[in-house]
């Protein structure tokens, strides 16, 4: 609990530091930022440390108080700048309090959610523990490879860093650091998605959308986007019988040879991975785009607004590639929108110059970042025909992952048709007609998705609409498209040329998709029922709506369950409890590393596959120490060379030729090796590595030699 209530504690201060400087930024939005403080904070603290650690400014205690010093400074000039009477906003209060109130809830409950299955360990987590240490220990960014001795990380790792300065100001062993992380992003994306939601109903009401609570906006975007999961897995909760056994990981594999994740799977599964870490500042990036699509680019100078929106967006190319060119698209779309209002009209040279120099400047706010990194993609691929799927299978799948999202939308989308009822049914038959012709090529669902993304545009076009429900039409044919695009190309990567060719571009594109759509069905739902011509088709489509979220409900109250066996264990955030029950010494030689050795140092440890649950690399895990090889599959998906590693490695433990261990040693510049149970276990008997130096550390079974 005390670790807990630290983290709230540093998370109050990040929101009492950002709050002004998001009003600022944010200042035509209705309420003012409110409820985004803590993101734009937590974004330029990360981005502050990490700029000044990539320009040789060294990684420590005093760069970090330096960081949250200019950000104090900030935040009170901010306040200093503001009007010294403000007109009262009773909107803003009531989302303040709103949102100050769902986001202390959240990171409780999350916390306490966490606690009973806290191991850091399985599926993605002891990567993004390695990336998270690496960034808390290294001098300088590029951080190095905590897997590959002698080479810099290349991976999107800013989302990391940000966790890692939370671990940091908490002061908690990194581990338990990574669980209360994991909560704190829960939270900020709870409170981000009720905030972007309810200022973009707030928006709509106040041009005559028929919304009269946007804070129901809020929280209905809240329940889609990071509560609700999909219809299968919903269904498979409610049918699970004891709910200890409920496989929660099936419903995130619906496709075959692809990943089918939302958020609410994110969170059960806990890795914090990298499109994880981007979803609250994808949705700070979208609170720009709100603005700029009801009010263009700021008057006047406006350099606080333009370098925010910039960093905004330019941001996520570092936390997560794949949602930079979907926000930036947005924002593009949504200010063309703007300038093609009577008002934007008049500016619309100065539109094409804010919007250049957002971009523009976006990319260059994190240009060390750019130069260095190597996405390892070779462009775009046709996707063939056999990996696509038949018409009636894809309708299926897709009913049941999205499906609840769907229904909220597209029936009012379907409504709106009977102000030009002649041009939609001759749209539709087209729509119908083009996807049989094209079932063959198995592209009918692709039609089918375009037929409804154009729909959607074609609203968010229509010039006799307020801006706001522009806007929401805006956000439902980006997401649609998400779900098209993968059906036609996928981004040529590691896994071109095995059957999982477009994993990674459905993974993403569908994650992406998700969040608009939620953001999008947050807003329909506080306004969609007046928009709904009649009272029978509104109940009926409210019953079948209800419906389909209480069953996608189901699937996080099945995972918690199954997630945590029925919460048997005792709550903590220790996520190295695995590890201290099978091999204690590990553990304690972990904390022997992390506060007697430079985190430069280079280890020697067991090599196995990725995904071993033996623990391989788990000293370079949670130490941030680079070893001379962790998961190599990994560090082949990051354009990395692992060269003859292992058989190195295994040449230094088993040989008892001193000359032959000296060699591997200086090839690799190993620093430390390790020796503990998993060592013996993969190497057997241990040879000449005794010899090559002096003991520091041994306890339960474990030593370190330093050599």
Same mark, same amino acid.
């Given at each position: 609990m005390s670790q807990t209530v630290r983290l709230l504690l540093v998370l109050e201060v990040l929101g009492l530091l950002g709050s002004p400087l998001a009003a600022r930024a944010l200042s035509r939005l209705p309420g003012a930022g409110a409820g985004l403080g803590r993101v734009l904070a937590l974004l330029l603290l990360g981005w502050g440390v990490w700029l000044a650690g990539s320009l040789g400014i060294p990684n420590?205690?005093?760069l970090l108080g330096g960081g949250v010093l200019v950000l104090a400074a900030g935040a009170a000039a901010a306040r200093r700048r503001g009007p010294r009477a403000p007109a009262p906003d009773p909107f803003r209060r009531r989302l303040t309090l709103a949102t100050e109130l769902l986001f +202390? $809830? !959240?990171?409780?409950?999350?916390? &306490?959610?966490?606690s009973f299955s806290p191991d850091v360990w399985g599926t993605e987590k002891p990567m993004d523990m390695a990336l998270t240490n690496a960034t808390i220990v290294a001098d300088h960014f590029p951080p190095h490879d905590p897997w590959l001795a002698g080479d810099q990380l290349n991976y999107y790792y800013l989302g990391h860093l940000m966790a890692g300065l939370l671990i940091r100001l908490t002061g908690v062993e990194p581990s338990q650091g990574y669980n209360l992380a994991l909560a704190a992003t829960f939270a900020l994306v709870v409170t981000a998605a009720f905030a972007v939601a309810a200022?973009?109903?707030e928006t709509g009401r106040r041009q005559g959308l028929p919304v009269r609570r946007p804070l129901l +906006? $809020? !929280?209905?975007?809240?329940?889609? &986007?990071?509560?609700?999961?999909?219809?299968?897995?919903?269904?498979?909760?409610?049918?699970?019988?004891?709910?200890?056994?409920?496989d929660w990981f099936s419903p995130s594999r619906v496709v075959p040879g692809t990943i089918n994740e939302f958020p609410a799977f994110s969170f059960a599964v806990g890795d914090l991975h990298a499109h994880l870490l981007a979803v609250p500042l994808t949705l700070l990036a979208l609170a720009f785009v709100v603005q700029v699509a009801m009010s263009g680019p700021p008057r006047g100078g406006g350099w606080w607004t333009t370098g925010c929106a910039a960093l905004s967006l330019g941001i996520l190319y570092t936390v997560n590639a794949w949602s930079w060119p979907v926000t930036t698209g947005l924002m593009l779309a949504a200010l063309a929108g703007w300038a093609a209002t009577p008002a934007g009209r008049r500016r619309r040279g100065r539109a094409a110059v804010w919007g250049g120099l957002v971009v523009?400047?976006?990319?260059v706010l994190v240009a060390p970042f750019v130069v260095h990194f190597d996405p390892n993609a070779g462009g775009l691929a046709v996707v063939a025909t056999a990996t696509r799927e038949p018409l009636g299978r894809f309708l299926g799948h897709h009913a049941v992952m999205e499906g609840a999202l769907l229904w909220l939308l597209l029936v009012?989308?379907?409504?709106?048709?009977?102000?030009?009822?002649?041009?939609?049914?001759?749209?539709?038959?087209?729509?119908?007609?083009?996807?049989?012709?094209?079932a063959g090529a198995r592209l009918g669902g692709a039609a089918l998705l375009t037929g409804v993304a154009v729909a959607a545009l074609a609203l968010a076009l229509a010039r006799d609409r307020p801006p706001a429900e522009r806007l929401v039409w805006l956000l439902v044919a980006t997401g649609v498209a998400c779900l098209a695009v993968p059906e036609v190309v996928s981004v040529r990567d590691e896994f071109a040329g095995t059957p999982f060719v477009r994993m990674n571009t459905v993974f993403k594109l569908g994650y992406q998709a998700w969040l608009l759509l939620a953001i999008a069905g947050g807003v329909v739902v506080a306004a969609a029922p007046r928009w709904l011509p009649q009272r029978v088709p509104r109940a009926g489509w409210l019953g079948v709506a209800g419906v389909l979220v209480v069953v996608g409900l189901a699937y996080?109250?099945?995972?918690?369950?199954?997630?945590?066996?029925?919460f048997a264990r005792s709550p903590t955030l220790e996520g190295r409890g695995w590890l201290a029950g099978s091999a204690p010494g590990d553990l304690y030689a972990i904390d022997w590393l992390r506060g007697h050795v430079p985190g430069d140092a280079v280890l020697a440890e067991a090599v196995g596959d990725d995904y071993s649950v033996a623990g391989n690399g788990r000293m370079s895990t949670y130490t941030g120490r680079p070893a001379v090889l962790g998961w190599q599959g990994h560090e082949l998906q990051w354009s990395h060379d692992v060269g003859t590693r292992r058989q190195d490695l295994a040449v230094l433990y088993r040989t008892r030729d001193p000359g032959r261990a000296r060699r591997v040693v200086r090839r690799y510049g190993i620093d430390y090796v390790v020796v503990g149970p998993l060592e013996r276990a993969t190497y057997g008997r241990i040879g000449a590595v005794r010899g090559l130096g002096r003991r520091v550390f041994t306890r339960a079974g474990t030593s370190v030699y330093a050599v």
């Open positions: 420590g205690p005093v +202390a $809830g !959240a990171v409780l409950a999350a916390a &306490l959610l966490v200022a973009l109903a +906006a $809020g !929280a209905a975007a809240v329940v889609l &986007l990071a509560l609700m999961g999909n219809l299968r897995g919903g269904w498979e909760a409610l049918h699970a019988g004891p709910l200890q056994s409920f523009v400047g976006g990319l009012p989308l379907a409504l709106q048709a009977r102000r030009a009822p002649r041009v939609a049914a001759a749209a539709a038959a087209a729509t119908v007609a083009l996807a049989v012709v094209l996080p109250v099945g995972a918690a369950v199954g997630r945590t066996d029925g």
